[in-house]
């Protein structure tokens, strides 16, 4: 089997790449490196099933030789990036879709996407399942990577309705682990980022907003399930275990031993105030469910920010 993985220099794209390539596929990650970095495949670049090479996926893209599977995760992922990058935010969701779905349909290959909770906008109901067709603002600083998503899922069924594209839609609900940016703008790097170089912890809003975390592992384990499933209509992949802002925070304060005070900021505009999956679907259609515990998969993470921390010298 073969895989075209966009984004896959980012996060969540580097960790799928080594899953892919451990069983067995021949993987052709496409990035363009605005927020990926070439360190997070640098252990594969001698591999002999892995290539990867630098392109704009919003432009036309062109692969040699038989595709098996599109994996689109190519995209700004956390607000400052999205927020700093909004044009491309835009494009890559709209463009670099259209693109990808173009390859998986002149390639007959398998399509996934990779979209996000953030289609749910700030959520009137919660725990958020698949048929909550959700609450945003279209014109607000967060609509253009909440509607680049949108759009993006209105593509992937609409190739598969018109064109018979075999296609699948994760719902990506927030992860963490290694290989995330220190202090990237989400909370869990920021958090960990500031108590490990002695800085306030900054917590927006009055921190009663709710985030539930899911381990990288089980989320990439989740995505190979429904890759390999017949559903086609989108599945959250997340942990539904909530936790306060406040709380969380706390937590990484005494997990790192860190002596810094909590800061509070006002709340950006549309944060959304609960965020938390209904995986319901995912454990009926996939028999999927998160396994790492959130202090679990929260020490192996901290391993990495201090390892990270310690080299740059911060």
């Not at 098996?68 to 607000?79: E, I, N, R, T």
């Not at 539930?212 to 989108?234: N, Q, R, T, W």
Request: charged share 20%.
């Amino acid at each position: 089997m073969r895989a075209v993985i966009t984004g896959g220099a980012g996060f969540l794209g580097s960790h799928l790449c080594d899953y892919l390539i451990e069983q067995g596929w021949e993987v052709l990650c496409l990035d363009n490196l605005i927020t990926g970095t070439e360190d997070n495949l640098r252990h594969l670049t001698s591999h002999p099933r892995f290539q990867t090479v630098r392109m704009d996926v919003t432009r036309y893209i062109e692969v040699p030789g038989p595709v098996d599977y599109v994996l689109h995760f190519a995209s700004p992922a956390s607000p400052v990036d999205y927020l700093k990058l909004p044009i491309q935010t835009l494009k890559v969701g709209a463009l670099g879709t259209h693109n990808t779905l173009g390859l998986a349909l002149a390639k007959k290959a398998k399509y996934l996407l990779a979209s996000t909770s953030e289609c749910y906008g700030d959520p009137q109901i919660s725990p958020q399942p698949e048929t909550y067709w959700g609450h945003v603002n279209p014109i607000g600083p967060r609509g253009v990577y909440d509607e680049a998503k949108r759009f993006a899922e209105a593509m992937t069924m609409a190739y598969h309705r018109a064109h018979g594209v075999d296609t699948h839609i994760v719902r990506v609900f927030n992860t963490y682990g290694p290989r995330m940016r220190l202090n990237d703008g989400r909370a869990l790097p920021n958090f960990v980022y500031q108590a490990l170089t002695g800085k306030p912890i900054t917590v927006y809003g009055n921190g009663q907003q709710t985030r539930s975390f899911c381990y990288v592992s089980d989320l990439i384990e989740g995505v190979f399930k429904l890759m390999a499933s017949d559903e086609h209509e989108p599945v959250n992949i997340g942990n539904p275990q909530e936790i306060t802002i406040l709380d969380f925070a706390e937590r990484i304060r005494a997990m790192t031993g860190a002596k810094v005070p909590i800061l509070f900021e006002p709340l950006p505009v549309d944060d959304p105030k609960q965020r938390c999956p209904d995986i319901s679907k995912a454990r009926h259609l996939l028999n999927w469910e998160p396994k790492v515990g959130l202090d679990e998969g929260l020490k192996l993470t901290l391993d990495y920010f201090r390892a990270k921390v310690a080299k740059q010298g911060v």
